[in-house]
């Protein structure tokens, strides 16, 4: 069964301050691996995409990384700021169509003053 | 870049009522769009593929004469929610993939509406 799986669920740190999040996943066949924020009642915005060949990249201050032996991959948040709370969520889409999603459930990030 | 728009952004509604909800490719066509739904702190859950000019296709354990969905055009579809009940209150998000390199392992971006809050009284 396809699955993507996030920790922690929920984070709260200061402004300023760095976190990771981490994605595991279970598909196959694996096509890419992206990272969405979704700030709350608004649609998924993407943060980065990478392919099974890629193990890091950037933007801005997000920086993902990807293991395709391990099946993980990780997002990095630089110098915290307080509009980067949201749900941060990892997708991983499947080899075998046309834009086949599996979604993970998310990280709720709060970043507080 | 793509953008992807849905009207209503909320709407509260009678049980027993439908309700439309539409979504919009706004400078790119889409033959196909994905409509999901997403309950409070929970992950997006894919319930259909909406095709311009063919049935959509609906995932499993989603009812299709309960969901109906229209793709009337290349750069709209509709869902309308038929006879409303309080636990299809939820958040429903549309997503269209821009035109270019299509197919298997794409790295077509997909692009999201800004989600339809539906609460049925």
């Known amino acids: 069964k396809n699955q993507v799986e996030q920790s922690p669920q929920s984070l709260i740190i200061l402004e300023g301050k760095n976190c990771t999040l981490q994605c595991n996943y279970t598909v196959s066949p694996f096509s890419n691996l992206r990272w969405y924020k979704q700030d709350t009642g608004r649609g998924p915005v993407s943060l980065t995409i990478?392919?099974?060949?890629?193990n890091t990249k950037s933007n801005g201050r997000y920086t993902a990384t990807l293991d395709a032996d391990t099946k993980q991959s990780s997002l990095h948040i630089t110098a915290s700021q307080l509009s980067d709370s949201a749900s941060y969520i990892c997708v991983v889409s499947v080899n075998t169509g046309f834009q086949k999603l599996v979604f993970g459930t998310g990280t709720r990030l709060l970043v507080s003053p | 870049g793509a953008v992807v728009s849905q009207h209503p952004s909320r709407v509260i509604c009678k049980s027993g009522t439908s309700v439309k909800i539409e979504c919009r490719s706004l400078?790119?066509?889409?033959?196909?769009m994905f409509w999901y739904r997403q309950f409070p702190k929970k992950s997006l859950m894919l319930m259909a593929t909406s095709n311009e000019g063919s049935k959509a296709t609906y995932e499993q354990g989603v009812e299709k004469d309960k969901f109906l969905i229209n793709h009337a055009s290349l750069t709209l579809s509709t869902l309308t929610v038929t006879s409303a009940h309080p636990e299809d209150s939820s958040f429903y998000i549309c997503s269209a993939p821009p035109p270019g390199l299509a197919g298997v392992g794409s790295l077509n971006e997909q692009f999201f509406g800004p989600g339809t809050r539906l609460t049925v009284l």
């Open positions: 990478m392919t099974f060949s890629e």
């Open positions: 400078d790119f066509q889409a033959t196909t």
